[in-house]
């Protein structure tokens, strides 16, 4: 026996109907948000994520899957879903068409971290990134379209976090108060924070290391060193926010952990899961294109974890819709009446119906027990009577009642009692 993969998870036929509930929200949240869907390959070279996503992340650093292919280059499993998403917006001449551009992707992403509660090797995102619109109505909107996704799903006990951390201009000060800031602490930290020190200090805020993040808790806020354009970008956000009543608190610690981040970053996060609490997160990009080989142009978006959607959904007991049930199983008794019942149920599935017959020869009770199991809502019958008289016996299994219908008329039949 082999078995699955440390951090996987296999989806079971009973359970695909919540992925399907999950999916079918994203896309309708994108149909509303008007944006459009794009697939990237699962792998992309190796050099998109580390000039993407940042040398001095944990992602790249520790976490990504990857191998020399048979032809010798350096190829990564996608962690993530915006550096494809950008990469396909650029080598796709994207820019040259009408501004802004919005999209989407549900993917499967993997990072290979230690496995607990909503953390896996391989899981799966629902993303969008909006291009070239710098404005904070884009912000906003991006913002909106996360909190309608999770409306739709039905998460109610989620906190919209955000913060400002700045463009190239704020951050350059920045980083020279959290070097001034860490310097004399440097000693007391971890190899990973000293490496950053002069790399990335503000990587050093996202440490998980308790003896730095004592340290980290009293270093200089960026907000306080927020230039101009970015201060009043903030505070517009800000009062879009509340003004179409989309309640935030500002969580200065939020750096993300991920490189390309400027201005405006935001996650949702949930106190019903344990560690991992995040499970929609996001913020602009106004540099990213630029870095990736593609023209100066603004760009934001968020990407929600689908598992650690479910998780949440499932602990705070938020319902998901009924998987799929044949709305009919016709069952024979014989060869010459299976014959039949075989013939129906082909006729109605033509017709868009979910409709069942007997594959496992068995007898009418037992067919009407497992039409039960299966939650069939009629259950017909066709014997050596019915097969005379042209007419099934069909029984509506919650109410009890039974009423013969012309074999021809099943079709209509169940279309009167039923919106398919
Ligand atoms: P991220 O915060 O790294 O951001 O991931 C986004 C979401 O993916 C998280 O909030 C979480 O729900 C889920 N997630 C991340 N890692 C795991 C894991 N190991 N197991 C299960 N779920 C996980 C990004 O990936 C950015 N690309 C988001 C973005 C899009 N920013 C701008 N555009």
Redesign the pocket.
């Known amino acids: 026996m082999i078995n699955i993969p440390k951090g996987t998870k296999d989806v079971l036929p009973n359970q695909s109907c919540k992925w399907q509930f999950i999916e079918k929200s994203a896309r309708e949240t994108a149909e509303i948000f008007n944006i459009k869907e794009v697939r990237t390959p699962v792998f992309e070279h190796t050099e998109l994520f580390l000039r993407g996503v940042g040398e001095t992340t944990d992602?790249v650093n520790k976490e990504m899957y990857t191998f020399e292919d048979k032809g010798g280059r350096s190829i990564t499993l996608k962690p993530?879903?915006?550096a494809g998403a950008v990469r396909l917006f650029i080598e796709n001449g994207l820019a040259s068409t009408p501004m802004p551009l919005k999209t989407y992707y549900i993917t499967p992403?993997f990072?290979y971290?230690r496995p607990q509660a909503?953390?896996?090797?391989e899981?799966h995102?629902f993303?969008v990134?909006v291009f070239g619109a710098k404005s904070a109505e884009t912000d906003a909107e991006v913002i909106f379209a996360a909190s309608t996704f999770l409306n739709k799903l039905g998460i109610k006990k989620t906190e919209l976090q955000i913060n400002s951390i700045g463009c190239r201009i704020c951050r350059a000060e920045y980083n020279k108060a959290l070097k001034e800031y860490f310097r004399p602490h440097l000693a007391e930290m971890c190899e990973t924070c000293r490496s950053r020190f002069d790399k990335n200090p503000l990587r050093m805020l996202d440490c998980k290391e308790e003896k730095c993040k004592k340290i980290t808790a009293d270093a200089p806020k960026i907000l306080d060193f927020l230039c101009e354009d970015c201060n009043t970008h903030f505070e517009k956000v800000k009062s879009l926010l509340s003004a179409n009543k989309v309640p935030y608190v500002v969580n200065s610690g939020i750096v993300?952990?991920?490189d390309y981040y400027t201005k405006t970053v935001f996650?949702f996060v949930s106190t019903d899961i344990g560690a991992?609490g995040?499970?929609?997160?996001?913020?602009r990009?106004d540099n990213l294109v630029e870095e990736l080989g593609g023209p100066s142009l603004p760009a934001?978006?968020?990407?929600?974890?689908i598992?650690?959607l479910m998780l949440l959904m499932e602990n705070t007991g938020v319902s998901f819709p009924d998987g799929q049930k044949p709305l009919i199983y016709v069952a024979g008794m014989d060869d010459a009446t299976r014959a039949k019942a075989f013939e129906i149920v082909a006729r109605l599935r033509a017709n868009g119906v979910n409709a069942e017959a007997d594959l496992m020869e068995r007898s009418v009770k037992a067919q009407f027990k497992y039409a039960d199991k299966l939650g069939a809502q009629y259950v017909a019958v066709i014997g050596g009577n019915e097969l005379i008289s042209g007419e099934a016996n069909i029984k509506n299994m919650t109410e009890g009642t039974q009423t013969a219908v012309k074999f021809g008329e099943i079709y209509s039949y169940l279309k009167c009692r039923q919106s398919f």
């Open positions: 992602v993530e879903g915006t992403c990072r971290e909503g953390r896996l090797r899981f995102q993303g990134e993300r952990g991920l996650e991992q995040a499970v929609c997160a996001g913020g990009y934001i978006g968020f990407a929600a974890g598992e650690r």
